[in-house]
Nanobody
Framework: QVRLVESGGKSVQAGGSLRLSCAAS????????MGWFRQAPGKEREFVAS????????YYADSVKGRFTITRDNVKSMVDLQMNSLKFEDTAVYYC??????????????WGKGTLVTVSS
C-alpha cells in the first residue's frame, strides 16, 4: 500500500507562484508513474500533470501547459508541482496520485488526501 501526502497548498494572488510537494511511502516509488490532479468546487476531478518513472517523460493538461512543471526525486520519494502565473481558475484541491501507466487518461491506483490551493483575483 502506497501512502501519499501532499503539502504546500495555500492562498495566493493571481500571477503568483506556488510549489506543491507529495511525499510517498510504503512502496517502491520509482516503480510508479506519478501524477497531479485537481478538483475545483462544483466540478469533477481533472488531470493536471504526470511524470514517468524515470522522470524523462511528462504530460500536462492544456490549461496548465507552460505554467506548471512536474518533477520527481526517486531518492527522496517525492514528486513536486511548480505552479507559476497562477490564475483564479487554478483554485482547487490538488491531489497526488500513483499508478502504472503514463498519460492523462491513465487510471491511477493510489491517491493522497489533497491540498487546497486558492488563487484570489
Amino acid at each position: 500500500q502506497v501512502r501519499l501526502v501532499e503539502s504546500g497548498g495555500k492562498s495566493v494572488q493571481a500571477g503568483g507562484s506556488l510549489r506543491l510537494s507529495c511525499a510517498a511511502s510504503g512502496g517502491t516509488f520509482s516503480s510508479y508513474v506519478m501524477g497531479w490532479f485537481r478538483q475545483a468546487p462544483g466540478k469533477e476531478r481533472e488531470f493536471v500533470a504526470s511524470i514517468s518513472r524515470g522522470g524523462r517523460d511528462t504530460y500536462y493538461a492544456d490549461s496548465v501547459k507552460g505554467r506548471f512543471t512536474i518533477t520527481r526525486d526517486n531518492v527522496k520519494s517525492m514528486v513536486d508541482l511548480q505552479m507559476n502565473s497562477l490564475k483564479f481558475e487554478d483554485t482547487a484541491v490538488y491531489y497526488c496520485s500513483a499508478g502504472y501507466d503514463l498519460g492523462p487518461s491513465a487510471p491511477m491506483k493510489y491517491w493522497g488526501k489533497g491540498t487546497l490551493v486558492t488563487v484570489s483575483s
